[in-house]
């Protein structure tokens, strides 16, 4: 099993950038598609974006299209999330999470992945 840890949240101004990390250890990394997730207070989680194993496939909903980007870097066991002109409807806690299968990753909404992170707090506020 792989474990999970995020970083660089933080408090931002409306239309200022974050870059989470996610730092990966145990199990083989590059065995993993990788997500982002969030979920803000009285709201159920959504779905930020995903990557696949090899980093050659990423997917985004229309919610962050544009300003966010999800990167990883398998000989750093690490994946980013660049979040750029955020807004105070961004402000969330941030999760990441893993899966062997891309797809799962995409379109389960979260449920079923393989591993989770405890997560970060991204607050968008002036």
């Known amino acids: 099993q792989v474990q999970l840890v995020e970083s660089g949240g933080g408090l931002v101004q409306p239309g200022g950038s974050l870059r989470l990390s996610c730092a990966a250890s145990g199990r083989t990394f590059s065995s993993y598609a990788m997500g982002w997730f969030r979920q803000a207070p009285g709201k159920e989680r959504e779905f930020v974006a995903a990557?696949?194993?090899?980093?050659?496939?990423?997917y985004y909903p229309d919610s962050v299209k544009g300003r966010f980007t999800i990167s990883r870097d398998n000989a750093k066991n690490t994946v980013w999330l660049q979040m750029n002109s955020l807004k105070p409807e961004d402000t969330a806690i941030y999760y990441c999470a893993a899966d062997t299968v891309y797809l799962a990753v995409v379109t389960s909404g979260g449920y079923g992945m393989d591993a989770w992170g405890k997560g970060t707090l991204v607050t968008v506020s002036s």
């Open positions: 990557i696949n194993r090899s980093g050659t496939n990423t």
